[in-house]
T-cell receptor
Framework: SQQGEEDPQALSIQEGENATMNCSYKTSINNLQWYRQNSGRGLVHLILIRSNEREKHSGRLRVTLDTSKKSSSLLITASRAADTASYFCATDDSLYSGYSTLTFGKGTMLLVSP | ETGVTQSPTHLIKTRGQQVTLRCSSQSGHNTVSWYQQALGQGPQFIFQYYREEENGRGNFPPRFSGLQFPNYSSELNVNALELDDSALYLC?????????????FGQGTRLTVV
């Protein structure tokens, strides 16, 4: 089953604009991670935010986490055509399973036009 | 590049056949997880191996099985292939240090069952 639900399902913007993707989840977590996937290939880890963190930055990426609302957002600033990809949030389920594994949402497809 | 390699990259099999997919973990990683990603969906957890033992399994039937070798490389075996097994299979390696573990994914094997 999929825990995370990303919103929107698809997003189309122009280069230079900001892109915001949201993720909601259902159960308590240790951490939430964001991944990027190009053209149905491997997943690239973008950022991990722990349950006791509220905001984290990495280059042009900004991730927020609201555990009271069970939601997270990924902001990509000054987007580039190379940012075109699918973006997934994934929750670490080790609180329940005893081992670290990830439950993914269905992803947001981002298209950045030149 | 994550240092995680999967082979083959593409594979076509006939319904009822058996298939073996391979994964070489990133150096120093002792944990490997396998995921199945159907078209348009997020990856779904199949199982995880830690130090050559299966230590977690998702909602997949027993015809999905695996192995982890002393060098921490891994195999995913699927028996009695069904059409619905057509998907991208991803392996992820990590160093098990409890919670907040970052996973590194390979580029995946795309399996088509006809």
């Amino acid at each position: 089953s999929q825990q995370g639900e990303e919103d929107p399902q698809a997003l189309s913007i122009q280069e230079g604009e900001n892109a915001t993707m949201n993720c909601s989840y259902k159960t308590s977590i240790n951490n939430l991670q964001w991944y990027r996937q190009n053209s149905g290939r491997g997943l690239v880890h973008l950022i991990l935010i722990r349950s006791n963190e509220r905001e984290k930055h990495s280059g042009r990426l900004r991730v927020t986490l609201d555990t009271s609302k069970k939601s997270s957002s990924l902001l990509i600033t000054a987007s580039r055509a190379a940012d075109t990809a699918s973006y997934f949030c994934a929750t670490d389920d080790s609180l329940y399973s005893g081992y670290s594994t990830l439950t993914f949402g269905k992803g947001t497809m981002l298209l950045v036009s030149p | 590049e994550t240092g995680v390699t999967q082979s083959p990259t593409h594979l076509i099999k006939t319904r009822g056949q058996q298939v073996t997919l391979r994964c070489s973990s990133q150096s120093g990683h002792n944990t490997v997880s396998w995921y199945q990603q159907a078209l348009g969906q997020g990856p779904q957890f199949i199982f995880q191996y830690y130090r050559e033992e299966e230590n977690g399994r998702g909602n997949f039937p027993p015809r999905f099985s695996g192995l982890q070798f002393p060098n921490y490389s891994s195999e995913l075996n699927v028996n009695a292939l069904e059409l619905d097994d057509s998907a991208l299979y991803l392996c992820a390696s990590s160093f098990n240090q409890g919670v907040n573990t970052e996973a590194f994914f390979g580029q995946g094997t795309r399996l088509t069952v006809v």
